[in-house]
């Protein structure tokens, strides 16, 4: 069936019904850049040094964004946080 | 330590234990405190595969009860001499590599600790993909002065992209707008799922476009909304698509579909 977002699409899926997506909303890769801004993703090397939290906090003033979050902390060499 | 940080920017925040994920792959260097040939090591080390006790360290961010954790995978990359040697580890979530390290020098009988760290994929996410600050601050830079948007939209990616496989529903465009004001997900909202949607499992809710719209509990099997006229398919727990993207659908003040002022 044609979906008309691209291949993204997982195989073996159960048809309810047959329908074409309509005009509204954007694929992911042709998602506005405001968009993005408001729920994207950035993958980061973590540089050594400064913790995960810092730079998720930077990550957040380069971009303008204030609600940041990362997911799984990358300890600094002293304090101990489960990954 | 260096190395995947995945970083989730305002509404998906919502979906950050999802993309933590199960498993998690490091490369790290441990020291020994004294010389250990590697074929002893690489024999110690394969013990340390499988389930592990482990209590969290003094400073931790969790309690410090004795816990199981998984070791998926360890492994003596490389003897870089001095008693360092290069290490690689796949392990589960809320796996301390420091501890791990430490206690395979503790069974070998001379001591050992971990001295760099780098991880190098989380989830779906692996080393090549990564963009370094530097990186972004210059495709903002460039963004903002020349209005050019291609480098930033390299390193601000869709959250599609880090989100792992999991049973999904997929929704008519008709029936997105309703979820993302709280409403319950009817069967006659639903294009197609995958088979794996059984009742009480944590489900994708996508658009058509493979826009993910949000984290809901389904309610009824694949199956069984193949087949149903009606009922609802799913709870919506995180949603994360805004409001006023796809049409809105129902008559009135919405008063039918959510309770008002509950936003």
């Avoid at chain 2, 993909?129 to 939209?153: D, H, N, P, Y």
Wanted: positive net charge; aromatic residues 6%.
């Amino acid at each position: 069936m044609k979906t008309g977002g691209g291949s993204w699409l997982p195989s073996g899926l159960l048809v309810r019904e047959d329908v074409e997506p309509g005009p509204h909303g954007f694929p992911p890769d042709r998602r506005p850049l405001d968009l993005l801004m408001r729920y994207g993703v950035v993958k980061l090397d973590k540089p050594s040094g400064p913790t995960s939290h810092t730079v998720t906090r930077w990550v957040g003033r380069i971009l303008g964004v204030r609600r940041v979050g990362h997911c799984g902390t990358l300890a600094t060499s002293v304090g101990e946080i489960p990954r | 330590m260096t190395g995947v940080l995945p970083i989730l920017l305002g509404r998906a925040t919502r979906l950050a234990e999802f993309v933590s994920g199960e498993s998690k792959e490091y490369v790290g260097v441990l020291y020994l405190h004294d010389s250990v040939d590697r074929g002893e090591l690489e024999e110690i080390a394969s013990e340390f595969v499988g389930p592990i006790y482990q209590r969290p360290p003094v400073k931790s961010a969790v309690s410090r009860r004795l816990r199981v954790r998984r070791v998926f995978e360890l492994e003596v990359l490389e003897e870089l001499g001095g008693q360092y040697f290069l290490i690689r580890t796949v392990i589960e979530a809320g796996t301390y590599v420091r501890k791990l390290f430490y206690d395979i020098g503790e069974v070998l009988g001379v001591g050992g600790s971990m001295r760099e760290l780098r991880r190098v994929r989380v989830g779906k996410i692996g080393e090549r993909e990564l963009t370094t600050l530097q990186e972004l601050v210059k495709a903002v830079k460039i963004w903002r002065e020349k209005g050019e948007e291609g480098s930033l939209r390299e390193v601000l990616r869709p959250v599609e992209e880090v989100l792992p496989d999991m049973p999904t529903i997929i929704l008519k465009d008709t029936a997105v707008e309703s979820v993302t004001h709280g409403a319950s997900l009817k069967v006659r909202g639903v294009a197609m799922l995958s088979p794996d949607v059984t009742p009480g499992v944590t489900v994708l809710l996508r658009t058509l476009k493979g826009e993910v719209v949000g984290v809901a509990r389904a309610t009824m099997s694949a199956e069984g909304v193949v087949e149903a006229d009606s009922g609802v398919a799913a709870l919506p727990e995180r949603i994360i698509m805004e409001r006023g993207i796809y049409p809105k659908t129902w008559q009135g003040s919405g008063g039918r579909f959510y309770n008002e002022g509950s936003q």
